[in-house]
């Protein structure tokens, strides 16, 4: 397991309000306690035989008490909350532009339209170009050029 998707992992254990989460696959056995004053304890110890595609079953089991608790207020600073993330709609690579030596499709202070596009995401070969969802200006971009991106990553904070 990367240093990132533990540190997801924890991040989604925080927000779902469990205590205690005990995961075990070929590849790893992970145990993860919380205190009543949210100290998190993570334990973890490798097994000899990795199998990278067996670590989709344990998020599954996870879901579910996530969708009955409530989540954890966003620690993001107060100026942001007028912003609207555009999101990935997808997994893949992220692209600012359509080729090395292309310019990027927008910038920080572009005012871009509803349907126009924004960036391309590399999936599976398939270069698949990301329109925004609604009219406004490019605040922030939040992922770094051929980066990869996870479903529902936001990409760019609008104003």
Known sequence: MKAKELQELLDFIAKSGLNKVNI?????????QREPNTKQI???SAAPAPAAPQQAPAAPTLAPAAATTPAAPAAEPASSASYTPLKSPMIGTF???SGPDAPVFVQVGDTVEKGQVICI???MKLFNE?????AGRIVKVLVENATPV???QPLFLIE
Not at 24 to 32: C, G, L, N, P
Not at 130 to 134: D, G, K, N, S
């Open 24 to 32: 075990e696959t070929e590849e790893f056995k992970i145990s993860v």
């Open 42 to 44: 993570v334990s973890m």
């Open 150 to 152: 996870e479903y529902d």
């Open 95 to 97: 692209y600012r532009s």
């Open 130 to 134: 990301i329109e925004a969802e609604q």
């Open 121 to 123: 995401i590399e999936a």
